[in-house]
C-alpha cells in the first residue's frame, strides 16, 4: 500500500500549512489515519490522527487547538491543517496507517507511539523559522 503525502514546506513562524496524505488503495477498509513528526536527532512520535471507523480525532498535547485532522467523503484523502506554527513544529512528517478492527476502538497511545503502524509515507519536510 503506498501513501502519497504532500504539503510540506517552508514557513514563518504563525504561518501555515496542509499537509495531505492519499490512501486510495485503503478505499473500503477500516483504518485510521494521521501524521507522526521526527526533528533532527530526536525519535518519530504521533501528531494526530482520525479513526475513520467512528471519526474520532487524536491529537498530542502540544498540538491541540493549532492543528486539525480531517479525511474528505470518500475516505482516500486525509489532511492535516497545521496553524500557527512554531519553531519547534520543524520536523519531517510521515503519514501513517493502521489497520483496525471495527470493534474495537482506537488506542491513541498505542498508535503515536508507532506500536501498530501498517502502513508508512515517505515523510514530507516542514520548517518553520522563527
Known amino acids: 500500500v503506498q501513501l502519497v503525502e504532500s504539503g510540506g514546506g517552508q514557513v514563518q513562524a504563525g504561518g501555515s500549512l496542509r499537509l495531505s496524505c492519499s490512501a486510495s488503495?485503503?478505499?473500503?477498509?477500516?483504518?485510521?489515519i494521521g501524521w507522526f513528526r521526527q526533528a533532527p536527532g530526536k525519535g518519530r512520535n504521533g501528531v494526530a490522527c482520525?479513526?475513520?471507523?467512528?471519526?474520532?480525532?487524536y491529537y498530542v498535547d502540544s498540538v491541540k487547538g493549532r492543528f486539525s485532522i480531517s479525511s474528505d467523503n470518500s475516505k482516500i484523502t486525509a489532511y492535516l491543517q497545521m496553524n500557527d506554527l512554531k519553531p519547534e513544529d520543524t520536523a519531517t512528517y510521515y503519514c501513517?496507517?493502521?489497520?483496525?478492527?471495527?470493534?474495537?476502538?482506537?488506542?491513541?497511545?498505542?498508535?503515536?507511539?508507532?506500536?501498530?503502524?501498517?502502513?508508512w509515507g515517505k515523510g514530507t519536510p516542514v520548517t518553520v523559522s522563527a
Open positions: 501513517a496507517v493502521q489497520i483496525q478492527n471495527p470493534k474495537i476502538p482506537l488506542n491513541w497511545d498505542f498508535f503515536a507511539a508507532g506500536y501498530l503502524i501498517d502502513y
Open positions: 488503495e485503503l478505499v473500503g477498509r477500516d483504518y485510521a
Open positions: 482520525v479513526s475513520l471507523v467512528d471519526n474520532k480525532t
